[in-house]
């Protein structure tokens, strides 16, 4: 699943009407400048960008929490940095973890539901910069986030009822016996398939806003090929289009962070507190 | 009729049936929840919160659609 050959042919060569095959991608072109900030690819002799920028946000965002943690030093009323963690952190343990785990139970998550928002909160805004990549667009990272995120739904379930009856939970009691060769195989799916549904949600997320600026900026290039003046007159769209999405980004970052974690949240709460 | 060009029109018609429904579904939603705010402002910040998780849900099975249209349309 790569889009870059064909936005890559989409920007050196629309097929002429004469009906002679498209040119291959020449690498070097507009196209593959502009993809840099999509596409994975080797970065400082490491074999992968993503990769880079995921230890990045990681380093990132403990540095933050640990300065933050020392805003609090000598019983200081936090500020700056600290205050602004502050706010986000009690927003996720009061609005997110409380409330869709329960008051017991929701103060043992609050530090993964933490973990999570920031970490794709500032995988997504690191993506913004120039030159760099959302290792987050990533579907093995997303993948990773999301397998965290089932043994988290498992570990609530198992920590609290036990092996056995965890998963005697997942059938709601006083069930009709013969709805049960319906109900059993449905559970077990919807068990693996709400961490999938985080995985590609969180991907395409990241994928599409990329993708989206990508498309508007190659669309320079595609009309400067038909004519210069077109390129000229496309410039100013493009940019102008290309600047609201990379806005709208942002606004991303902070939804698709807080939904990941919040839905997370929401089917913790499913295992540990079940139908009864 | 060559299998490529067949495909592209597979992924192009999916994704725009796939948007269709994914905007019906998060349309309906916007505007069962702002009717609802409207009627019990007091109930806004949980509507809200509702609303949000309940768009993310359809919006996750819109994106199941569009990345099969996608891997139709890189393959």
């Known amino acids: 699943m790569s889009p870059l050959p064909l936005l890559l042919q989409a920007a050196h060569g629309v097929t002429p009407p004469s009906g002679s095959p498209a040119p291959e991608a020449a690498p ?9 900030h999509v596409m994975d690819q080797p970065f400082l002799g490491l074999p992968s960008k993503h990769m880079v920028f995921f230890v990045l946000a990681a380093l990132i965002v403990i ?35 409380e409330k869709s785990i329960g008051h017991g139970d929701g103060r043992r998550f609050v530090s993964l539901l933490c973990s999570f928002f920031f970490f794709i909160l500032v995988a997504a805004l690191l993506g913004l910069m120039p030159f760099s990549a959302t290792s ?37 009691p006083g069930l009709p016996v ?5 109900m059993i195989p ?28 990508t498309t508007l900026l190659l ?9 210069w003046v077109g390129g000229v007159l496309m410039s100013p769209v493009s940019i102008a289009l290309g600047l609201f ?7 991303v970052a902070f939804i698709q962070a807080y939904i990941f974690t919040l839905l997370t949240a929401i089917f913790i709460g499913m295992y540990a507190h079940p139908v009864h | 009729m060559d299998p490529k060009a067949l495909a592209y029109f597979a992924a192009g018609i ?34 809200r919160g509702a609303m949000i998780v309940a768009a993310g849900l359809i919006e996750g099975v819109t994106f199941f659609a569009l990345i099969i249209a996608a891997v139709l349309a890189f393959k």
């Open chain 1, 178 to 182: 013969w709805l049960l060769p319906i």
């Open chain 1, 245 to 251: 999405i990379m806005l709208l980004e942002v606004l």
């Open chain 1, 63 to 97: 540095v933050m929490a640990r300065l933050a943690i020392r805003s609090y030093r000598g019983g200081r009323v936090p500020r700056g940095l600290g205050a602004a963690v502050e706010a986000l952190v009690v927003f996720i343990r009061d609005e997110v973890a």
């Open chain 1, 136 to 172: 987050t667009g990533n579907l093995a990272v997303t993948m990773g986030l999301a397998t965290v995120s089932f043994l988290a739904q498992q570990w609530a379930g198992i920590s609290k009822y036990g092996l056995v009856h965890h998963f005697a939970n997942l059938v709601p």
């Open chain 1, 186 to 213: 449905i559970e077990i799916l919807s068990m693996f398939t709400k961490p999938f549904a985080l995985m590609i949600r969180l991907f395409a997320n990241m994928l599409a806003g990329h993708m989206v600026i």
């Open chain 1, 219 to 227: 669309l320079i290039p595609l009309l400067a090929q038909l004519h």
């Open chain 1, 28 to 36: 070097g072109g507009p196209g593959d400048i502009i993809m840099h």
């Open chain 2, 14 to 47: 999916g994704a725009g049936l796939a948007i269709i429904g994914g905007a019906a579904g998060i349309g309906r939603l916007a505007a069962s929840a702002m009717e609802g705010i409207a009627r019990q402002p007091n109930a806004g910040g949980e509507i």
